[in-house]
């Protein structure tokens, strides 16, 4: 069975960095495409970034314009991070980390929180 377990959540206040991690474990086969998603209260989940085993990326427009959110990966770790910087407390949210497994489907992490004060 495939997990995928993230961590580096925490609360940081506006202006402040996190480095966020989701290690894929179990019987893989071949990790596509992983990514990040957020869902704050009372709102929809949303795509914050992709990223494929190729190293090609995609941002959300609104973190993208502010150039403060990569993403990057481990393939040989089946690792993908969200390096966060100058956060503001519009970015507080749970943020989720996502996988698409060959022959194995999408997988989704637990869920991690990141909160900003202001």
Avoid at 56 to 79: G, M, P
Avoid at 90 to 106: H, M, S
Wanted: hydrophobic letters at 35%.
């Amino acid at each position: 069975q495939v997990q995928l377990v993230e961590s580096g959540g925490g609360l940081v206040q506006a202006g402040g960095s996190l480095r966020l991690s989701c290690a894929a474990s179990g019987s893989i086969f071949l990790v596509s495409a992983m990514g990040w998603y957020r869902q704050a209260p009372g709102k929809d989940r949303e795509l914050v970034a992709t990223i494929t085993s190729g190293g090609s990326t995609t941002y959300l427009n609104s973190v993208k314009e502010r150039f403060t959110i990569t993403i990057s990966r481990d393939n040989a770790k089946n690792t993908v991070y969200l390096q966060m910087n100058s956060l503001k407390p519009e970015d507080t949210a749970v943020y989720y980390c996502n996988a698409d497994l060959i022959r194995q489907g999408v997988k989704w992490g637990q869920g991690t929180q990141v909160t900003v004060s202001s």
